[in-house]
């Protein structure tokens, strides 16, 4: 038995088709976020449909995301937070806190002893603990943002990035660029200081371990590394974490 799952994000629309019967997944695929929604997730549908080899409809479409209200053709419109609870639960059913850093927001939920969200915390006001942060720098870099990891591992001296705001930061950014510190220096800075920004967001709510880091930013090992370093705490990343939501959605589509 087939569903789909779609997570519409600021950044990059994901689908995710899985088996409810075997509980895989069997398929998942992103791209960015078109500015036609709908163009957009059926393209990734008609690739799904393809790479299955699927010639008939399926009728259980869970959507999520940012964008989920503007895609009218699901069988159910859930929560970012629902889905993103239930895709890190799918891998990891003993966790306690989930991080989600995206493109455009970052999201801390704590779950209970049943795995029900307990609270959660967003920040969708500021761009600092965010995707947004890290794009802004590949772009005064040169560089794409799947490129800055292994650039801030090779950084050698620990540098502050005093700017809270990234409007102030790319400034400071590229006062640094001109005294020729070293990228990799740079990286590593916004790297820590997003990761501080995640630890101030989360002090405002009361979580435990085991923590999951999920959302596109967690492809990014060396910031997985500096926020395990500042939160003091081991995370697990899912083995996919751009697609955990658009997975949430699909096991919870009804
Ligand atoms: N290959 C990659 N390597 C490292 N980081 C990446 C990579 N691809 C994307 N990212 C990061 O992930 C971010 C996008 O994450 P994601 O797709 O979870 O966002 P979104 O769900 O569209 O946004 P939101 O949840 O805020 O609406 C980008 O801003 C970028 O920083
Ligand atoms: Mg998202």
């Not at 075997?22 to 799904?48: D, Q, W, Y």
């Not at 159910?76 to 003993?94: D, K, M, N, Q």
Request: proline content about 3%.
């Amino acid at each position: 038995m087939l569903k789909i799952g779609i997570d519409i994000g600021s950044r990059n629309t994901k689908i995710v088709i899985y088996n409810a019967q075997s509980k895989r997944l069997e398929f998942s695929a992103f791209h960015t976020t078109e500015l036609s929604i709908t163009e957009g997730v059926n393209n990734l549908l008609k690739e799904g449909f393809a790479a299955l080899n699927i010639n008939r409809k399926i009728n259980t479409l869970g959507v999520t995301g940012y964008g989920r209200k503007l895609y009218r053709d699901a069988s159910s419109v859930l929560s970012e937070i629902s889905c993103h609870t239930a895709g890190c639960l799918y891998y990891f059913p003993e966790i306690k806190t989930i991080i989600d850093i995206g493109g455009q927001d970052s999201k801390i939920i704590t779950l209970n002893e049943n795995g029900k969200v307990a609270d959660f915390v967003m920040n969708d006001k500021c761009a600092a603990g965010t995707g947004r942060f890290l794009e802004m720098t590949a772009l005064r870099l040169g560089c794409n943002v799947s490129e800055l990891s292994l650039l801030a591992e090779k950084s050698t001296q620990d540098l502050t990035l005093n700017s809270t705001c990234v409007v102030f930061a790319e400034s400071e950014i590229i006062g640094m660029l001109s005294s020729s510190i070293p990228p990799e220096d740079i990286v590593r800075s916004v790297h820590r200081s997003i990761a501080k920004r995640i630890l101030a967001q989360m002090s405002v709510i009361v979580w435990e371990q085991p923590l999951v880091f999920t959302g596109g930013v967690a492809l990014n090992k060396d910031m997985v590394k500096c926020l395990s370093e500042t939160l003091n705490s081991q995370l697990l990343t899912p083995p996919d974490p751009e697609i955990t939501a658009a997975l949430g959605a699909a096991i919870l589509a009804k």
